[in-house]
């Protein structure tokens, strides 16, 4: 049997496979001799005690570390904080006449840094839900920490504050979701957890234009006809480059005309030689109509 576990946890060192030992092992070893930590932190040392007289082989498996070491039987035996960097499950296995195994758990130290993402990077303005984020605190060796941590969320646009709220992780995790404000500019994001914070920034921008309205009137060329200053329904202007759709109705037939904002209004030279019905849109956003008479 001793052979039969010596095998097994020689494969597992040169080949990585630790199904093999954990199952081969099962049938013969347990945990009754070896005491392990009952609560290990990540980077700290820690001692495991082996009863017994003589020397034993001790296999040591866990994430990013696989070693073997004779060892003294009787005499606790001392890890290092760098060989438990990594946390999460290490199994314990000492082999003399026979073998036995333990397993311990390593957890993440204190948080040390905070990672925070925010979706998306540009949100028109006045939008339910529209913005998101969460943030993962991690500790000295970037192992996400489980144990609950409270995390502050700030939005802030200019001098005015849109979500100020603390939110406890849930299996290293916290989150957000709440409206963009009303305003065009920057949106300052931050997260918070003690000393740490990170930030990040989102741009509102105007909505879909409100309240077209335009205007028409009759030049040498036909007619001309341009929007007022155009803005979404919060008064923030709308990007130059958006689209107006003009559309003259006469006699003669229909004909359209796409003209984009430019320093905030849209204007466009349409033909028509009759009188006209001339109507505006953006969008899904639909304009005052107005009627101009033909050439005299």
Not at 36 to 52: H, L, M
Not at 262 to 289: F, H, L, P
Request: hydrophobic letters at 40%.
């Amino acid at each position: 049997m001793r052979r039969l576990c010596l095998n097994c946890a020689y494969g597992f060192l040169a080949l990585g496979v630790a199904a093999c030992l954990m199952a081969a092992l099962a049938a013969s070893c347990s945990a009754q001799n070896i005491t392990v930590p009952t609560s290990a932190v990540a980077g700290e040392p820690a001692s495991i005690a082996i009863t017994g007289s003589g020397k034993a082989t001790l296999y040591i498996l866990g994430p990013g570390i696989s070693t073997k070491q004779e060892v003294n039987l009787g005499e606790d035996l001392k890890l290092r904080g760098d060989a438990l960097k990594n946390a999460g499950d290490y199994h314990i296995v000492a082999c003399s006449d026979s073998c036995h195994s333990a397993t311990f758990y390593v957890s993440a130290g204190k948080p040390a840094s905070l990672t925070f993402l925010v979706h998306p990077s540009r949100v028109p303005v006045s939008q339910q839900d529209a913005v998101s984020g969460v943030a993962f605190p991690f500790d000295q060796f970037h192992n996400l920490v489980f144990t609950p941590q409270t995390i502050n969320f700030q939005l802030s646009a200019g001098n005015a504050s849109l979500l100020n709220r603390s939110v406890n992780t849930q299996a290293g995790v916290a989150w957000f979701r709440t409206s963009s404000g009303k305003s065009a500019g920057a949106l300052q994001v931050v997260a918070s957890l003690n000393d740490f914070n990170a930030r990040r920034v989102v741009q509102q921008v105007a909505s879909d234009p409100c309240n077209l309205r335009i205007t028409g009137q009759r030049n040498a060329q036909g007619i001309l006809v341009q929007t007022e200053p155009v803005h979404d329904c919060s008064g923030n202007p709308v990007p130059d480059g958006t689209i107006v759709s003009f559309t003259a109705t006469a006699a003669s037939g229909k004909s359209t005309v796409d003209a984009p904002i430019k320093k905030g209004v849209a204007r466009a030279e349409m033909e028509a030689t009759g009188s006209a019905v001339i109507s505006g849109a953006s969008g899904v956003v639909m304009g005052n109509e107005v009627r101009v008479g033909g050439r005299p």
